[in-house]
């Protein structure tokens, strides 16, 4: 089966710009998770979709950063206006079951503010 | 609230040598424990977990951990170290129930020497 595929990879932007991540979670699974390392910490939790539905956004930082899942597919993760400090990398995660068995992580797209 | 540490942010190893990362974790609840590793530039993978089954966990390339509750601990272990055990790993806990999300430690580097 495909895995979960996030793009883009890279991302360099300015300071105030915007800037979109998407993930596509494997296919079926209802769950989507996004998290976020920034450099030299923990990985953190941002929020849980199960299907369409925001089931937990407790870790998301502040108000520029805004998630959706149309359709109960694909995600995307807009963050308006970039700061400084939202450089790190942002991974995707999907599960069928609540993640028990396990999550399955995309590869991440690091995003640099500059 | 869970919490999870990992000691030793870097951890170095010669290639036959015994390679022991340690985690320990706070949880409130029976805990479902995980460990990942990321190789360089690719995504998170599932090397194994423990949700409340047996004690003691096979995953895959020869590691395996051990739920010691008394010790709150789930360090990970490989008998002999190769080249390309070469990673970065996360020890990571799971509230459960309605809760998927995963709480990471910080993180442990290992190095293999040749």
């Known amino acids: 089966e495909a895995g979960v595929t996030q793009f883009p990879s890279h991302s360099v932007i300015e300071k105030g710009q915007t800037v979109t991540l998407r993930c596509d979670p494997i296919?079926?699974?209802?769950?989507l998770y996004w998290y976020r390392r920034v450099m030299g910490k923990e990985i953190k939790f941002l929020l849980h979709?199960?299907?369409?539905?925001?089931?937990?956004e407790s870790g998301m930082p502040n108000n520029r950063f805004l998630a959706e899942r149309t359709g109960g597919t694909y995600s995307t993760l807009k963050v308006q206006p970039a700061e400084l400090e939202d450089s790190g990398v942002y991974f995707c995660?999907?599960?069928?079951?609540?993640?028990?068995?396990?999550?399955?992580f995309g590869s991440g797209t690091r995003l640099t503010v500059v | 609230a869970q919490s999870v540490t990992q000691l030793g942010s870097h951890v170095s190893v010669s290639e036959g040598a015994l390679v022991l990362l340690r985690c320990n974790y706070s949880?409130?609840?029976?805990?479902?424990l995980f460990w990942y590793v990321q190789y360089p530039n690719q995504g998170l993978q599932l090397l194994l977990k423990?949700?409340?089954?047996?004690?003691l966990v096979k995953g895959i390339n020869g590691f395996e951990a051990e739920f010691k509750k008394s010790e709150t601990s789930f360090h990970l272990t490989k008998p002999s170290a190769h080249m390309s055990d070469a990673a970065e790993y996360f020890c990571?806990?799971?509230?459960?129930?309605?809760?998927?999300?995963?709480?990471f430690g910080k993180g442990t580097k290992l190095s293999v020497k040749p």
């Open positions: 990571a806990v799971s509230p459960g129930g309605s809760q998927g999300n995963l709480i």
């Open positions: 423990y949700t409340s089954a047996a004690t």
């Open positions: 296919s079926g699974h209802d769950n």
């Open positions: 949880s409130s609840v029976p805990p479902y």
């Open positions: 995660a999907s599960s069928q079951v609540l993640g028990l068995f396990g999550y399955t």
């Open positions: 979709f199960v299907k369409e539905s925001k089931q937990d």
